[in-house]
Each structure stands twice: as structure tokens, then as C-alpha cells.
């Protein structure tokens, strides 16, 4: 089945911005809608960005999603410490399955 | 409060059974589309199944014929029959809560996950 390609790990100081790319194809992030993820270790996932791009309440602005094609990205703005974790992206596929990225470490140096 | 607790992970043989259950409260399993995820020990999220609110259920080809998703609406809990357990099926299993199918909304609510271990 498919798999979401993302980058193993990104990182930046304090402050920066970092975008994590979440590449899919036709059949699932281009026909469909993607969620993003972050996960502490040893916890469970929390849901940072769905219908590509939309907040819910209660996460900040500083975490923003978009989707074009058969990529989408997920921005965070004003790096904190508190930022690092897992980020991992969802879709459906058309094959009518789920289909998660291979998830990316942020790391804030 | 809007809550799932999963139970039932363990330590299993090769070729074991395993059931796992997903508590919920503050919401109906029934009017919603639940999923369950797994997660290896140090590897990425992995998309197991799914249960549609009309009774249709999804699953990845690595545990289809093997796993069964289903619900029972008067305890509010999902289930997850795992049959034919190899070393592979060894993850956190969390479910989790889709309020609309293929993830529109995105999976907004989570269980803490629990545990199966595949070993002899």
C-alpha cells in the first residue's frame, strides 16, 4: 500500500521557520483531504492541521498547512522548544485506504 | 468528556489471538467513523482499520483476513479481533475518532494506546 514520503528530520533554532513536505500521488493527497500530527514520545498523536489547511481550536496560528497537487506541507512559525516532536501526515486513498507519512523529527537547536 | 480508553494488550505467542478494546465516553461510536493505528517500536504511524458509521469497515492489506474492526453500540466500544499474530503486528495500538469519512476533519480524538507485544 501507499506510504506519504516525508523527510526524516528537520531543524532550526529558536525562532525560525521550518516546513515539513509530505509527498503523496494522485490517488490519495490529490484526490483527497490531509491532516497532520504531532506526537511526544510516548504519547499519542494530536491533530494539528485538517482539510488541508484548517486549525482546530485551540492550536496556534503558528502552524499553518497547505496542499498542492499531490504534496502538502505543514509550516511552523516562531520555532519553540516546546515544538519538538513527530509530525506526521494522513490521507485517504482512493483504494479506500489510510495512508500515514513516514514521519518527521523536528529538533530546535 | 470526549474520551477513548483502549485495554486488552499483551504479550502473545506467534500465531496467537489478541482482542483489543476502545472505551469511549462524551461521544457515540456509532454515529462516528473509528479507526485504529499502530505504531512499531521506533517507526511511524501505521493505519490499521476503520469502521464506518453505516457498518462499512476498512483494512491495510498487512492484517486483512487476519483483523476484524467492529463495534458494540450498547457498550459504546470498538473492538479489534487480531487472529494469526506474527513479530510485525508488535506496536501501540491506539483508535482514534474520524467525525466524517476519509479523515475530512481529521482523527480528533485519541486513546493513550496499548500494547502488543508478538513473541514467543
Known amino acids: 500500500q501507499s506510504v506519504l514520503t516525508q523527510p526524516p528530520s528537520v531543524s532550526a533554532a529558536p525562532g525560525q521557520n521550518v516546513t515539513i513536505s509530505c509527498s503523496g500521488s494522485?490517488?490519495?493527497?490529490?484526490?483527497?483531504?490531509v491532516s497532520w500530527y504531532q506526537q511526544f514520545p510516548g504519547t499519542a498523536p494530536k491533530l494539528l492541521i485538517y482539510d488541508n489547511n484548517k486549525r482546530p481550536s485551540g492550536i496556534p496560528d503558528r502552524f499553518s498547512g497547505s496542499k498542492s497537487g499531490t504534496s502538502a506541507t505543514l509550516g511552523i512559525t516562531g520555532l519553540q522548544t516546546g515544538d519538538e516532536a513527530d509530525y506526521h501526515c494522513v490521507t485517504w486513498d482512493n483504494s479506500m485506504t489510510g495512508v500515514f507519512g513516514t514521519g518527521t523529527t523536528v529538533t530546535v537547536l | 468528556e470526549v474520551q477513548l480508553v483502549e485495554s486488552g494488550g499483551g504479550l502473545v505467542q506467534p500465531g496467537g489471538s489478541l482482542r483489543l478494546s476502545c472505551a469511549a465516553s462524551g461521544f457515540s461510536v456509532s454515529t462516528n467513523y473509528m479507526t485504529w493505528v499502530r505504531q512499531a517500536p521506533g517507526q511511524g504511524l501505521e493505519w490499521v482499520s476503520s469502521?464506518?458509521?453505516?457498518?462499512?469497515?476498512y483494512y491495510a492489506d498487512s492484517v486483512k483476513d487476519r483483523f476484524t474492526i467492529s463495534r458494540d453500540n450498547s457498550k459504546n466500544t470498538l473492538f479489534l479481533q487480531m487472529n494469526s499474530l506474527t513479530a510485525e503486528d508488535t506496536a501501540v495500538y491506539y483508535c482514534?475518532?474520524?467525525?466524517?469519512?476519509?479523515?475530512?476533519?481529521?482523527?480528533?480524538?485519541w486513546g493513550q494506546g496499548t500494547t502488543v507485544t508478538v513473541s514467543s
Open positions: 469502521l464506518y458509521t453505516g457498518g462499512t469497515t
Open positions: 494522485s490517488s490519495n493527497i490529490g484526490s483527497n483531504y
Open positions: 482514534a475518532r474520524d467525525k466524517t469519512a476519509f479523515f475530512y476533519y481529521g482523527l480528533d480524538v
